[in-house]
């Protein structure tokens, strides 16, 4: 299905025409490579991740825009049924642009907009990717209201990867240094797993739930995002353990110029031997020798982030948390931009204050968004 549409002319800018197209196609290596190569272009938004996603029911709508035969910018957007919600929609780390252009991004998000009402989505969540000031600004301008819903992580700490390692260790806080040699002499060791070790990941993974209280995604959901992302080298699996024991683990999506640890498990024992600080480590040297700019460590509380960038200390509330942790590897602190919401019934955006943000505080709502989160 293709749709073409004139570009929006502004006023201190000449008339720009873009072609846009809308596409469902499974695999679409074209878009996967602009995303690849643009500052803020994440995972989340390629074709190969709506495959991942299919496994879960999603299937994935794009509108890609082109100059002169050239991908300028776009969005995805997953679907899903919901039952008692009807059609709800996501597109986090979207739209994406290739330039400043509020004539394009504005485009892009009017065509989202018929989107919706196309598909019959009662709801639509946008989070727009970082380096997204101008999607940002032309948001609301559409009609997209902005929400405290999390889809994805609002804030990360991102370990820059090109000085040397000793500059890398230097950075990080003494108590994390501690426990990186502490691992070394307890002789923890760390490898890259293969597909045949997803069954102890996935252990792992299920003893960390347990501990914390969430339920994890089946072994089948790992497995078929390692059929999916690993032959195309964009999935790496990594272990640490203590005399051959899976101790600790994660798996890792590679992309454009980032290593990002996507969702990881500690069995809970030999704690003392710092099994969980040698993993980061010896991910942080395969990153670095394999060429990657950053290791991003997927989320932290965005209180936290508010904190260290306005150069307050962490509130007492987050000193023994995943948080406190993932700062301990000197990382810089990155904020996103809040998600967005449209609703496409004109009705339901009359009353949305009275009756849809109640809506969305249901457990229905809940429920369903926390299977909207990007995991």
């Not at 272009?41 to 991740?49: K, R």
Request: aromatic fraction near 10%.
């Amino acid at each position: 299905m293709n749709l073409a549409l004139d570009g929006l002319r502004m006023e201190s800018r000449p008339m720009i025409r873009y072609a846009l197209r809308t596409s469902s196609a499974q695999s679409e290596p074209e878009w996967d490579d602009f995303l690849a190569r643009t500052p803020g272009g994440h995972h989340v938004q390629t074709s190969l991740w709506a495959q991942v996603k299919g496994a879960q029911g999603w299937r994935a709508l794009r509108i890609i825009a082109s100059r002169s035969g050239q991908i300028v910018g776009g969005v995805q957007v997953l679907l899903r049924p919901f039952k008692g919600l009807g059609m709800v929609g996501y597109a986090p780390k979207g739209p994406m642009v290739a330039s400043d252009d509020p004539a394009l991004a504005s485009q892009i998000i009017q065509a989202l907009r018929r989107m919706a009402k196309e598909q019959g989505i009662l709801y639509l969540l946008v989070q727009p990717p970082v380096k997204g000031d101008v999607v940002e600004a032309c948001l609301p301008q559409e009609g997209f209201h902005q929400t405290g819903i999390e889809i994805a992580p609002t804030a990360t700490t991102r370990v820059d990867l090109r000085p040397d390692l000793d500059s890398i260790l230097a950075r990080m806080r003494k108590k994390t240094r501690y426990g990186i040699r502490r691992s070394t002499a307890a002789g923890i060791t760390v490898r890259l797993g293969s597909r045949e070790d997803l069954p102890a990941f996935h252990r792992l993974l299920s003893a960390t739930a347990q501990r914390q209280g969430f339920t994890p995604f089946p072994l089948s959901y790992f497995i078929h995002m390692w059929d999916i992302l690993h032959p195309r080298g964009q999935l790496q699996l990594f272990l640490a353990e203590y005399h051959g024991e899976p101790v600790s683990a994660h798996v890792a999506v590679t992309f454009g110029d980032t290593l990002l640890s996507k969702q990881g498990g500690w069995s809970g024992e030999h704690g003392k031997h710092r099994p969980n600080e040698a993993l980061e480590w010896g991910t942080i040297q395969w990153a670095k020798a394999a060429g990657y700019r950053y290791f991003d460590m997927e989320g932290i509380d965005p209180a936290a982030a508010r904190a260290v960038l306005e150069g307050r200390p962490l509130p007492p509330a987050l000193w023994q948390t995943p948080t406190s942790y993932k700062l301990g590897y000197g990382g810089e602190v990155v904020e996103f931009p809040p998600a967005y919401g449209y609703i496409s019934n004109s009705v339901l955006r009359w009353i949305y204050a009275a009756a849809f943000s109640g809506l969305a505080r249901s457990p229905l709502m809940q429920q369903a968004l926390d299977r909207l989160r990007v995991r």
